[in-house]
């Protein structure tokens, strides 16, 4: 039997992909982890790239655990063991080489990797797609972290039945260092996306950019959600059903963090998540946070190993989105 392969797809944003194509992962994710023994081995041959300018505990394990269970071999590169940490070697001719070698890259670039000019580590993940002629998965970038925003609504999902008309808070929390904006501007994108209430909380200062804001209103006008941004906590939780709590970096001093830590620090205990701001939730609220976290610091003990919590099963579903995320993009098509 003749076997063609897929076209070449990349997975940089979720705002990329088609609603249909989405649903079909979340599926897809749904059905791999309820018949894991169905994929046992159906990428058998296949290698992955993993590429890490950064550190992760995550998106490297889950990604090197899903791909042993789909027959796949993956490697693990360190950005400084590799010519292009040494600036010594194009992007150009990296991609175009590993192509020859492997069937998919995973690449992970935080703003630290490229001096925090904006959107830098996302212009790289591009050129590297430009070059490579196999499909090039965002493991999180200066921009996104596509892969956490699938797990998380995939989560939701699974928590709530369907995501749409649940309230959503994306609520910032203090840290001591400015932190990437990837994994609030992925959540705030899929939650609109899929018709989801959103309340985007922060303290004044840490908007995030006007063009991810853009996208979100119109993701739900699409979609029949809301986006509502306000500056009180406490009113922000009201009512939620799910409570996402991440902090992030302020875009006034992007870059500049001793500039930008004198605009965090006024917050370091009032947007410190504190169990009693669950009391505003809806009774079944869920808290959930990407991991890594601070804890006592950005969210209190009491809310991390609290009944709201589900951190650690969104973790787990970590696993089964990258296990189908590799399935969708490399199974071969008849
Ligand atoms: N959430 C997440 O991406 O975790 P890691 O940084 O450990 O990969």
Redesign the pocket.
Known sequence: MLLKSNPKKDFISTQEWPEEELQNLINLTEDVKKNPKKYNNSLMGKALCMFFY?????????TEVAAYQLGMHPTFNSIKDSWIGYNSESIKDTAHVLARYYDAIGI?IFPVSVNWIYKEGNRILREFASHARIPIIN??DDLY?P??ALTDIYTIKEKFHTPKNKKIVISWAYHPKPLPLS?PNSILLISTRFGMDVTLTHPKHFELDEEIINMARHNAEESGGSLTISNNIEESYEGADVVYIKSWGSCEFYGDPREEKKLRLPYKESWRIKEKYLEYTQTNSIVMH???IRRNIVADDEVIDGPHSIVYDQ?EN?LYTIKALLYYLLKESK
Do not use: G, I
């Open positions: 950064n550190p992760s505990t995550r998106t490297r394990n889950s992970r493991f999180e972290h892969l956490q994994v990407c991991l890594p973790a970590r």
